[in-house]
């Protein structure tokens, strides 16, 4: 079956920065269209970043030009690049892959930021 499996996450101070990995497992990585997503508390989930099968990304108007999304389609791996990091960074951060009739979810990994 289909697993995502998070990990990176941490305690980390403002300012500073963190990659978060995500190892897909189950399925043909390079169909997918994958995206990290973060969910604080008593707040909706939003999207973070994006990146298609071709490699084109996206990004949300809070961590633009902070954050970078990639992909290993050799290792079936997704990665988050987070840098200058903020409190309001604050979440779980969850991967997602997805085609037009699949949607799959990670677990999770909580990221912290705070001095």
């Known amino acids: 079956q289909v697993q995502l499996v998070e990990s990176g996450g941490g305690l980390v101070q403002p300012g500073g920065s963190l990659r978060l990995s995500c190892a897909a497992s189950g399925m043909i990585f390079s169909l997918y269209t994958m995206a990290w997503y973060r969910q604080a508390p008593a707040k909706q989930r939003e999207l973070v970043a994006t990146?298609?099968?071709?490699?084109?990304?996206g990004y949300g108007n809070s961590v633009k030009g902070r954050f970078a999304i990639s992909r290993d389609n050799a290792k079936n791996t997704l990665y988050l690049q987070m840098n200058s990091l903020k409190p309001e960074d604050t979440a779980v951060y969850y991967c997602?892959?997805?085609?037009?009739?699949?949607?799959?979810w990670g677990q999770g990994t909580q990221v912290t930021v705070s001095s």
């Open positions: 990146i298609s099968r071709g490699g084109s990304t």
């Open positions: 997602n892959a997805r085609t037009q009739t699949e949607d799959y």
